[in-house]
């Protein structure tokens, strides 16, 4: 571990520079970053550096190229640089399950099934031994910001993950920021009653002093607009945010989305409103799929795309193979300037064996299921961009890679612009301005 003064010659991605930034030679300049204490205290062009070869193309020295200098100085010669990462959607509950469940049968309903039936041997330690696990991979990645979904499944019981998982999070809040949805089923907010209950449930058991996350399930095997305004309306009351699983399919007739974006207009809801998958909104007829996306782009939602599982859980039969892809509609969306986050979602569990809680693995998956341009200037933000999941309530924090955020990086050794996410693993972690 090595304290760092100053990062130089850094490449940024083209998102978080301002529109002032200059470019040299046709590229754009490479950056210096200077931290105060663990902060970034301001990033400036760097002075001179050669950046029209592609000298990542070339056989990389990584070990010659990331020498810490007497004065605490980085140079990383050119190399992809972006802020801690941030994995927007996962289920730490159920992670690493997997292992131990026998005969999973194909598609999101089944995958259902077989959790409900793992569930009985959730005690504290298992749940903190295998959440853990997942912590420890998604530090050792670079992430410093980490959503997780946690099963709530009865109207008047809290389960045990959520309170295990708050104390995880109070143990992680030094490397890793965890914040908690309680994921709800629909029918449980039926009754205005219990949908209240809920909400103040979650509330109480808030473990920051940032807004707390109601979550829930919201599909067209359970769909129910009631039980949604009930949903938005406790959580208007008792002051939460909602991040919720929307239309989780690929059937066209999928109502979630555009009821959600309605409500939140409607009621003038205040918090932050995160959809993540809304897979069924690629199914929808063209015209009518792009007016629900103007409807969310004045609503403000934040969308979240979880590429691995959807490619697994969507138009998934043992004997056949997959022709559609469980993918929003990204591009159009971005292109209304609707923030877009990519995140891991289920890691070896039921829903999806694949994963590592590194937000690299599920963009290099994304980059070509969605056709993603720009990969590193444009899209790496759906990996980064905390402001588009915090509370608004946060919204006094610094930015992501500007003066006065929390001096956290990732330094991709290997990695070029033209072929990013490929050759990301290589990778060196800077956390409050310390070389790990
Ligand atoms: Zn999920």
Known sequence: MKALQKITHARLPLWSLPASWPQQNGALALADIVFLGHKIDHITPSASFDNTTEWKTAAPSPEAAFCVSAEHVLDVQGALVLPGLLDAHTHIDKTLTLGRIKDVKPGLLNAIQAMMVDRARWSEQDIR???????????????????????????NTTPLAWHVIKDLALEWQSSIKVSRSALIPLTLFKEQESANALAKAVSQSNASKHRASLGGFIHTSNWDPQALKHLFEAAQRFELDLDLHVDEELNPKAQGLQSIAQLVTQMQFKGRVVCGHTCALAQKPQAEGLTILDQVAQSGLTLVTLPVTNLLLQDASPDRTPKLRGMTLVKEARARGIPVLMGSDNVQDPFCAMGSYDPLEAMIIGTPMGQLGQAFDVWSESICQTAWIDSPSDAAQPRVLAPGSTANLVVFKQANTIGFPSQTHPRAVVRDAVLL
């Open 129 to 155: 031994s295998r959440a853990s696990k997942a912590l420890q991979w998604a530090q050792a990645a670079g992430v410093t910001h980490l959503r997780t979904h946690c099963d709530w499944w009865e109207p």
